[in-house]
């Protein structure tokens, strides 16, 4: 697994959950990171990204509640969700690129996926 995600589980509406996901050290460099979930029945939508100079930008759906963040010595990204909804019940999955590297190598960029962690919303 190239992005190891965790921090899901079951909650309650207007509680909070903190997700993250970490490369691994098989990844040389990330730039633009983030996060996307999927219910089910439906399509895998943006959440939320975070670029390498860290500006973040956000799904409609989630401004004002969550926010995303990155600590690139530890190659991570940090998902805070607050005042959780039901409908913010999905499996959440964090994704990064490495545009710099493949310019600089002159290759395509490299999608990274993590695993997913569930994340359940109780109303």
């Known amino acids: 697994v190239q992005l190891q995600a965790s921090g899901g589980g079951l909650v309650r509406a207007r509680e909070s959950l903190r997700l993250s996901c970490t490369a691994s050290?098989?990844?040389?460099?990330?730039?633009?990171m983030g996060w996307y979930r999927q219910a089910p029945g439906r399509q895998r939508e943006l959440v939320a990204t975070?670029?390498?100079?860290?500006?973040?930008s956000y799904a409609d759906s989630v401004k004002g509640r969550f926010t995303i963040s990155r600590d690139d010595a530890k190659k991570s990204v940090y998902l805070q969700m607050n005042s959780l909804k039901p409908e913010d019940t999905a499996v959440y999955y964090c994704?990064?690129?490495?545009?710099?590297?493949?310019?600089?190598?002159?290759?395509?960029?490299?999608?990274?996926w993590g695993q997913g962690t569930q994340v359940t919303v109780s109303s």
């Open positions: 975070i670029s390498g100079p860290g500006t973040a």
């Open positions: 050290k098989t990844i040389i460099s990330v730039d633009v």
């Open positions: 994704h990064s690129r490495d545009d710099t590297l493949a310019s600089i190598l002159g290759r395509p960029a490299f999608d990274y």
